[in-house]
T-cell receptor, first 117, second 114 residues
Framework: ETGVTQTPRHLVMGMTNKKSLKCEQHLGHNAMYWYKQSAKKPLELMFVYSLEERVENNSVPSRFSPECPNSSHLFLHLHTLQPEDSALYLC????????????????FGPGTRLTVL | GESVGLHLPTLSVQEGDNSIINCAYSNSASDYFIWYKQESGKGPQFIIDIRSNMDKRQGQRVTVLLNKTVKHLSLQIAATQPGDSAVYFCAENRHQTGANNLFFGTGTRLTVIP
């Protein structure tokens, strides 16, 4: 296991539902990430949090709302999703302190398979 | 445009043979590259990384080669085993400091034939 857990592993929801995805990392990292993985498309970075502050929001629709209450937990709140939002949602974490010439490897959780009906 | 891509979407190899998975990138400012392995039902798993000041790095049964002249990255797996069957992604990091933004290719599916 990578030290990054996600719940639930599978989620089916209607377009009018509100649900939340949870991610927890046990690696002592300071940065956390949400990615969307659709079939036959590259992994898409959605949000980046560093020290609990959002530092990146890659033009994600407002029906996706992230929350990072502390450096170990990350949530993705879902509201009025569309069928095209069905995908695997991956959470990752990293040390988050990258200096010039250094590296900052991201470690991924198993993902939540989301189906929107 | 900027892209991280793979030459082949699928690769089949005989068990025991060596595998080579290729990746092309177009952003010359990228200074850090990672290979990930993703098995069915799991998230991407870190395999090996390389900084742009290196052209080769070896791990356990894996070697990553970086050719900055042609912006090409490859992953070599020695003595491929059935457990190596998975989708392999290369990723490039375009931020030199601070937040770590990875850009991924679409992946290559490696199938090992027993």
């Amino acid at each position: 296991e990578t030290g990054v857990t996600q719940t639930p592993r599978h989620l089916v929801m209607g377009m009018t539902n509100k649900k939340s995805l949870k991610c927890e990392q046990h690696l002592g990292h300071n940065a956390m990430y949400w990615y969307k993985q659709s079939a036959k498309k590259p992994l898409e970075l959605m949000f980046v949090y560093s020290l609990e502050e959002r530092v990146e929001n890659n033009s994600v629709p407002s029906r996706f709302s992230p929350e990072c209450p502390n450096s170990s937990h990350l949530f993705l709140h879902l509201h009025t999703l569309q069928p095209e939002d069905s995908a695997l949602y991956l959470c990752a974490s990293s040390q988050g302190v990258r200096v010039l010439g250094g590296t900052d490897t991201q470690y991924f959780g198993p993902g939540t398979r989301l189906t929107v009906l | 445009g900027e892209s991280v891509g793979l030459h082949l979407p699928t690769l089949s190899v005989q068990e025991g043979d060596n595998s080579i998975i290729n990746c092309a990138y177009s952003n010359s400012a990228s200074d850090y590259f990672i290979w990930y392995k993703q098995e069915s039902g799991k998230g991407p798993q870190f395999i090996i990384d390389i900084r742009s000041n290196m052209d080769k790095r070896q791990g356990q049964r894996v070697t990553v080669l970086l050719n900055k002249t042609v912006k090409h990255l490859s992953l070599q797996i020695a003595a491929t085993q059935p457990g190596d069957s998975a989708v392999y992604f290369c990723a490039e990091n375009r931020h030199q400091t601070g937040a770590n933004n990875l850009f991924f290719g679409t992946g290559t599916r490696l199938t090992v034939i027993p």
